[in-house]
């Protein structure tokens, strides 16, 4: 069993997305971020970044204690190795799905990211941020729609942990004053995800989950997750 300490941000989707995609046993403990519940001692212990997701296995392949993981692409790698499933067993596969893992959370995560808090969350508008993280987001997307170009997925024909984290991300594409249309490898990729069934699933999850606030009010979710 898979106890998965989660909230519905992008990060927290990639793991859904893996375990419904898998079908391994999982549990959720909601980590909600807008009431700092990141920063109570429990939750440090297994992740001491104080940042969702984390996860707990419970029975771990070598038949010892649970074992903790927190960083969404570590988590990633972790339950692909455990499954046996998603992430490519030769060398060479492994490499390319492992370069494009690193590259969202490296890259596409942290720099969407600014992009979002500048654009939305931002007390003040800073023209030069905005541009800034706006600009690279469409750097970003092109990299990604250059590498889709004749693949079916980021690594290639096959499903990988490459393409579960990078899509969340794409998800509030409009937010991020980007266009689909711009980029139609990866609109084509986009859409192509958006409608198994492992991904409505996973998303469905999000709607069950209590106490989600709008960051562009609620001072007190601003102050855990901005201002700490």
Do not use: C
């Not at 771990?60 to 903790?68: K, N, T």
Request: aromatic share 12%; net charge neutral; no cysteine.
């Amino acid at each position: 069993m898979i106890e998965l300490h989660y909230w519905p941000t992008p990060n927290g989707h990639k793991i859904t997305l893996f375990l419904e995609e898998a079908g391994l046993p999982y549990t959720i403990k909601p980590v909600n971020i807008g009431k700092g519940e990141q920063f109570e001692p429990a939750f440090l212990k297994i992740s001491p970044n104080n940042r969702m997701p984390a996860i707990v296995d419970t029975k771990p392949a070598d038949g010892g204690e649970p074992v903790s993981v927190f960083e969404s692409g570590a988590i990633l790698q972790y339950l692909a190795e455990k499954s046996g499933r998603f992430l490519p067993k030769d060398l060479r596969g492994r490499a390319t799905v492992m370069e494009w893992l690193f590259w969202q959370v490296g890259g596409l995560g942290p720099m969407l990211g600014q992009n979002h808090h500048f654009n939305r969350y931002a007390p003040e508008k800073i023209p030069y941020a905005i541009d800034r993280y706006v600009r690279e987001t469409r750097r970003l997307y092109g990299v990604l729609d250059k590498q889709l170009d004749g693949r079916d997925f980021i690594a290639g024909s096959d499903y990988t942990i490459a393409d579960m984290a990078a899509y969340p991300w794409i998800v509030p594409y409009e937010n991020q004053g980007m266009k689909l249309e711009d980029f139609p490898n990866l609109k084509r990729w986009f859409e192509h995800l958006r409608d198994r069934e492992a991904t409505r699933r996973a998303y469905a999850l999000a709607d069950t989950i209590q106490g989600k606030t709008d960051l562009r009010t609620d001072e007190e979710a601003r102050r855990h997750l901005f201002g700490r």
